[in-house]
């Protein structure tokens, strides 16, 4: 399995531009979740979904921000519009089993907001 | 609530050491915890998972024990190398109703040559 795949690596945008991230899991995962990584605040959880059904958004910071799972194989993470505080890593993770389950994660997508 | 602290933030030793990693955490009641290695400019990778019925795990060089009654783990790396240097994190799935996973900030560990 190629494992998650996240695209894209690097993204670099101005001030109120809308950005989009995608996230295809590992084949047979049923659980999805969408982290945000600082230097300030480490690992944050954003939005967790399983079975493509949002269970938990407690973590999107404010309404810019938005999730979507339309099948099993692909989930988008969109911010609108986007902020230079929204400048962070942002990773996609997949396992089986919900938040027990061992985690496999994507190799992030670095957004730069100027 | 659940926090989780690891100290030291950065840690640098010489090639062949044997060293440990520290995390705490301050509510006992855990489901189980997860080591992870995160490489400069990738994502995390999954190391050891442990129960919270279990008191350590093995999968090489690496060792990680759980004492749930003092809220701690340890990661114990065997004659370190170069290429173990990455940021190592632990987090902890909560017991009951919320196993959301709560993350230390990690350390950073240099194994110089």
């Known amino acids: 399995d190629a494992g998650v795949i996240q695209s894209p690596r690097h993204e670099v945008t101005e001030m109120g531009q809308e950005v989009t991230l995608r996230c295809k899991p590992i084949s047979g995962h049923n659980s999805l979740f969408w982290y945000r990584q600082t230097m300030m605040r480490g690992l944050e959880l954003l939005i967790y979904?399983?079975?493509?059904?949002?269970?938990?958004d407690s973590g999107m910071p404010e309404d810019r921000f938005s999730a979507k799972m339309p099948n099993a194989s692909f989930s988008t993470l969109k911010i609108q519009p986007s902020e230079p505080r929204d400048s962070a890593v942002y990773f996609c993770?997949?396992?089986?089993?919900?938040?027990?389950?061992?985690?496999?994660f994507g190799e992030g997508s670095r957004l730069t907001v100027l | 609530k659940q926090e989780v602290t690891q100290i030291p933030a950065a840690l640098s030793v010489p090639e062949g050491e044997n060293l440990v990693l520290n995390c705490s955490f301050t509510d006992s009641a855990i489901y189980n915890l997860q080591w992870f290695r995160q490489d400069p400019g990738k994502g995390l990778t999954s190391l050891l998972l442990?129960?919270?019925s279990q008191r350590e795990q093995t999968s090489g060089r690496l060792n990680a024990s759980l004492d749930k009654s003092s809220g701690r783990s340890t990661l114990y790396i065997a004659a370190s190398q170069p290429g173990d240097s990455a940021t190592y994190l632990c987090?902890?799935?909560?017991?009951?109703?919320?196993?959301?996973?709560?993350w230390g900030l990690g350390t950073s560990l240099a194994v110089n040559p």
């Open positions: 987090a902890v799935n909560g017991a009951g109703n919320n196993r959301k996973l709560i």
């Open positions: 979904f399983n079975n493509n059904v949002p269970i938990d």
């Open positions: 993770a997949s396992s089986l089993g919900g938040y027990t389950g061992e985690l496999f």
């Open positions: 442990i129960q919270s």
